[in-house]
């Protein structure tokens, strides 16, 4: 008797958590042919099972999967997206994770992550009063009632060097076309978009709350995000907590300053040159075009098309917290990434996302092709322009 009502506890568990489309896979097994970890080789390729991981969580069996096999989902989509049953299966990852991380048990590999988030409201533990340092020199005026846009910086793009000059380029080229925004700055919380997916609800409830309350008290209405991460969990996560923002990408305004003929690029950069969609731009936003539609308008640009692109296309393996994960190399997604690009004839693999950005470069460098290959944020290529 005993064992049974355990079962049922987890499984009500995992329904609560947000697995509640758990009861309609049927098994087919198409998730798992598609998902990028085939493509490969090493012990988590070989192990990685997401039909197997749908089955565990409909029998409710406590454990699921070793460590490394429950947490090495990128969240990348691509099997959610294709699934006949129309199966949810990231939030069923996202509620088996956090069965241990709610139970006080997240990999070792995530735990300074989480208490540097805990800690200073950011995953990469930056201490809140350098959270600005990035637009030093650019005149950013503060968010208030005079500006029409907060301007929301991806902590990665706050903190990390290579990631502050994206979101550099991204304020310059608003500037440019004379967008009203302001920042925040040290009040603001990560968005958690990586923490909810890694499991800790609690943490990510607790960086939402701060949000919203700060938001409300400076009068946000509108939000520009530098990382698509921030857009899907604003729109989304943030939507389920009663959030009424109007959220968009950063290419989405630049977009919109191209056909008012408020933004003008007088410069060019003479380069052949693939975009690279990333997973929570294009499979989870739907947005394919606008970057390509940016790109094409950067003078001297060439572009090329990757083999797989749009929402075929593959993921870099930063999502669901896998950019603090260590992957040997030889077995990371990037590396195909970086072999389609350079088949393809670019000589520039860009992208729209921070993330993307930092696991790209990662693999080549790692697969030592930066000679002939180099990884750059879609606005820094249109900023070098102006
Ligand atoms: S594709 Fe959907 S129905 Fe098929 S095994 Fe995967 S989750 Fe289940
Ligand atoms: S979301 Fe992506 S990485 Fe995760 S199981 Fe599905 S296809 Fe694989």
Same mark, same amino acid.
């Given at each position: 008797?005993?064992?049974?009502?355990?079962?049922?506890?987890?499984?009500?568990?995992?329904?609560?958590?947000?697995?509640? =489309?758990?009861?309609?896979?049927?098994?087919?097994?198409?998730?798992?042919?598609?998902?990028?970890?085939?493509?490969?080789?090493?012990?988590?390729?070989?192990?990685?099972?997401?039909?197997?991981?749908?089955?565990?969580?409909?029998?409710?069996?406590?454990?699921?999967?070793?460590?490394?096999?429950?947490?090495?989902?990128?969240?990348?989509?691509?099997?959610?997206?294709?699934?006949?049953?129309?199966?949810?299966?990231?939030?069923?990852?996202?509620?088996?994770?956090?069965?241990?991380?709610?139970?006080?048990?997240?990999?070792?590999?995530?735990?300074?992550?989480?208490?540097?988030?805990?800690?200073?409201?950011?995953?990469?533990? *930056?201490?809140?009063?350098?959270?600005?340092?990035?637009?030093?020199?650019?005149?950013?005026?503060?968010?208030?009632?005079?500006?029409?846009?907060? &301007?929301?910086?991806?902590?990665?793009?706050?903190?990390?060097?290579?990631?502050?000059?994206?979101?550099?380029?991204? @304020?310059?080229?608003?500037?440019?076309? *004379?967008?009203?925004?302001?920042?925040?700055?040290?009040?603001?919380?990560?968005?958690?978009?990586?923490?909810?997916?890694?499991?800790?609800?609690? &943490?990510?409830?607790? &960086?939402?709350? +701060?949000?919203?309350? &700060?938001?409300?008290?400076?009068?946000?209405?509108?939000?520009?995000? =530098?990382?698509?991460?921030?857009?899907?969990?604003?729109?989304?996560?943030?939507?389920?907590?009663?959030?009424?923002?109007?959220?968009?990408?950063?290419?989405?305004?630049?977009?919109?300053?191209?056909?008012?003929?408020?933004? +003008?690029?007088?410069?060019?950069?003479?380069?052949?040159?693939?975009?690279?969609?990333?997973?929570?731009?294009?499979?989870?936003?739907?947005?394919?075009?606008?970057?390509?539609?940016?790109?094409?308008? @950067?003078?001297?640009?060439?572009?090329?098309?990757?083999?797989?692109?749009?929402?075929?296309?593959?993921?870099?393996?930063?999502?669901?917290?896998?950019?603090?994960?260590?992957?040997?190399? *030889?077995?990371?997604?990037?590396?195909?990434?970086? =072999?389609?690009?350079?088949?393809?004839?670019?000589?520039?693999?860009?992208?729209?996302?921070?993330?993307?950005?930092?696991?790209?470069?990662?693999?080549? =460098?790692?697969?030592?092709?930066?000679?002939?290959?180099?990884?750059?944020?879609?606005?820094?290529?249109?900023?070098?322009?102006?």
């Amino acid at each position: 008797m005993e064992p049974k009502s355990i079962l049922l506890e987890m499984r009500e568990y995992l329904m609560e958590m947000g697995a509640e =489309t758990l009861d309609r896979c049927m098994h087919c097994g198409l998730c798992a042919g598609i998902c990028p970890w085939r493509l490969v080789p090493g012990q988590t390729g070989e192990q990685f099972n997401i039909r197997r991981m749908q089955r565990m969580g409909q029998l409710g069996i406590e454990g699921f999967e070793e460590e490394n096999i429950l947490f090495a989902c990128s969240t990348c989509g691509m099997c959610q997206n294709n699934c006949p049953r129309g199966v949810k299966i990231i939030g069923n990852v996202r509620a088996m994770r956090a069965s241990i991380v709610g139970g006080g048990m997240p990999p070792a590999s995530l735990r300074p992550i989480l208490g540097g988030t805990h800690a200073n409201g950011n995953p990469w533990s *930056g201490p809140r009063e350098k959270r600005s340092q990035w637009q030093e020199g650019l005149d950013i005026p503060a968010f208030g009632p005079d500006t029409e846009y907060f &301007l929301f910086v991806c902590c990665h793009s706050c903190y990390d060097p290579r990631g502050q000059k994206i979101a550099r380029s991204i @304020a310059r080229l608003l500037q440019k076309g *004379g967008v009203s925004f302001g920042t925040i700055g040290p009040e603001e919380s990560c968005c958690g978009e990586s923490i909810r997916k890694v499991g800790d609800e609690e &943490l990510f409830q607790k &960086l939402a709350a +701060a949000n919203m309350e &700060l938001f409300a008290a400076r009068g946000v209405k509108k939000i520009i995000t =530098t990382s698509p991460h921030c857009l899907w969990s604003f729109k989304n996560d943030y939507a389920e907590l009663g959030a009424e923002w109007e959220v968009v990408h950063y290419t989405e305004i630049l977009s919109r300053l191209f056909a008012e003929g408020k933004l +003008a690029l007088p410069g060019k950069v003479e380069a052949k040159v693939a975009y690279h969609d990333p997973c929570y731009l294009g499979r989870h936003s739907g947005v394919y075009e606008t970057p390509r539609e940016l790109l094409g308008r @950067a003078p001297g640009v060439e572009t090329r098309e990757l083999a797989r692109s749009h929402g075929q296309s593959l993921c870099c393996a930063g999502g669901g917290g896998r950019i603090w994960a260590e992957v040997p190399m *030889g077995e990371r997604f990037g590396e195909l990434r970086i =072999t389609e690009a350079v088949d393809a004839g670019a000589q520039v693999l860009t992208t729209a996302c921070p993330f993307c950005v930092n696991m790209l470069t990662d693999a080549c =460098t790692s697969m030592d092709k930066q000679d002939v290959l180099e990884i750059k944020e879609l606005s820094e290529i249109l900023a070098e322009c102006l």
